[in-house]
């Protein structure tokens, strides 16, 4: 089934006609731009595809779906029960359906010249017809078939990139965890500049132009990797949004109410906890479910989400303590606040400072012992009788931090604003 091409005025222009436009959130992608998408269901493919075709006939752009159903009105049931309106965008000519038999792909032959020339033809068909640009979606599920031992896939995917930098074209191409091995996916990463984990796009740190040798494939864990792209995505979002402007204040940092900025990081960190309770919960009662994949990757997102935010505030917890004045010369072991001095042991130095390179997060007995006296001290006992004297010399001072004992977890030098959260 394919649209009949329309000029982008008169009877196309009811792609955004109707009912207002829908506030629900949608995936776009930029121009030019070649996403992976690791599926574990229909759903979560279907609703990708839907996702990011709406925002594509916002924008007024070619549609093309390349899908793995038995024939083409089975792929419409699909978009349409994933939400999408699929008579108004093939009436307005905005959506066009291609399966495996329009592709240049026959059993047992991958011809990755001509799958080119065909985007190439589909491009050019959406231009004359008035269209800026096609947006792509491929249930790759299509070239089991045309090439069972996926000796051409990994070529392919490869060039995509470079072709679609050249094109006024974006594409997804979607793969279902089921039916492909942990090898071709582990290619999926390495090839996609972009990634589509759940219904977030990320930018992929594990590109490469060339797909992972094979005894690197191997020692790789899946779940890890997108989960970690994800936890990356996430972290470079935040940074975005909490510390937009940031720059500009950095000479004098007391024009920054860094205090704050250490509280949403910790706002964060322990929403983030309650989240992964909950994951943990759910995967403690799955028992080899399909969705287990994507909680396990979800809760390694969330496990380095929660490293890296802890990481935020104790860096702008120490940023509030130097901007109150705090001044501390480990090497001489002398701390000083607004005017006032004491002066430290080389054992009590060492102390602080662990503390202040952890401000605001707990530092275990152990932790302690080995960081900041590197097996000096072994006792425990001998480790708190330093705490109970380096907590008297800054309580000296009238510092506004202090060294709190937490039962089970050892020890955090909280700031007077980050104290009752800890």
């Known amino acids: ?145 045309p090439d069972p031992g996926l000796n051409r896939l990994s070529q392919y995917e490869s060039r995509c990139t470079a072709f679609f930098k050249a094109n006024p074209a974006s594409a997804i191409c979607q793969y279902d965890r089921q039916r492909f091995d942990t090898g071709a996916l582990l ?101 080899g479910g399909r969705r287990s994949h994507a909680g396990r990757t979800e809760l390694i997102a969330l496990d380095a989400e929660i490293h890296w935010l802890e990481g935020r505030a104790s860096l702008w917890r120490r940023r509030e303590l130097q901007s109150s004045g705090l001044s501390f010369d480990s090497v001489t072991g002398t701390v000083a606040y607004r005017g006032v001095a004491v002066g430290l042991s080389r054992l009590e130095a060492a102390l602080l400072r662990a503390l202040l390179e952890q401000a605001g997060r707990p530092c275990s007995t152990a932790d302690l012992l080995r960081t900041a006296w590197e097996g000096d001290v072994r006792s425990e006992a001998q480790l708190r009788n330093y705490i109970v004297r380096l907590r008297g010399k800054l309580e000296a001072l009238n510092l506004p931090a202090s060294i709190t004992t937490l039962r089970g977890r050892g020890y955090c030098l909280t700031t007077g604003i980050s104290a009752g959260q800890t």
């Open 187 to 287: 290619n999926v990463v390495c090839e996609h500049p972009l990634l589509i984990i759940g219904d977030t796009p990320c930018r992929n740190p594990y590109y490469v132009p060339a797909a992972l040798a094979e005894h690197e494939q191997g020692t790789v864990d899946l779940d890890r990797l997108l989960g970690n792209v994800l936890a990356r995505e996430r972290q470079e979002r935040w940074l975005a949004v909490a510390e937009v402007g940031l720059e500009a204040h950095e000479p004098d940092i007391r024009a920054v109410d860094v205090g704050h900025l250490a509280g949403i990081y910790e706002h964060m960190r322990d929403y983030k906890r309650g989240l992964r309770e909950g994951v943990r919960w759910r995967l403690d009662r799955e028992i």
């Open 1 to 145: 089934m394919r649209s009949r091409d329309r000029p982008l005025g008169g009877e196309s222009a009811e792609v955004n006609g109707g009912p207002p436009p829908s506030t629900e959130q949608r995936l776009r992608l930029p121009e030019h731009a070649h996403a992976g998408h690791i599926y574990t269901d229909r759903d979560e493919q279907l609703g990708v595809a839907v996702s990011f075709f709406k925002a594509s006939l916002d924008e007024r752009l070619r549609c093309v779906y390349i899908h793995d159903e038995p024939d083409d009105t089975s792929a419409l049931q699909g978009l349409a029960r994933a939400g999408l309106d699929v008579n108004q965008a093939l009436q307005s000519a905005a959506l066009e359906l291609a399966d495996p038999r329009l592709l240049p792909a026959l059993p047992g032959t991958f011809d990755i010249d001509g799958l080119f020339d065909f985007a190439r033809g589909q491009i050019a068909r959406a231009q004359a017809a008035g269209y800026a640009g096609v947006r792509g979606v491929g249930d790759m599920g299509w070239v089991l078939a």
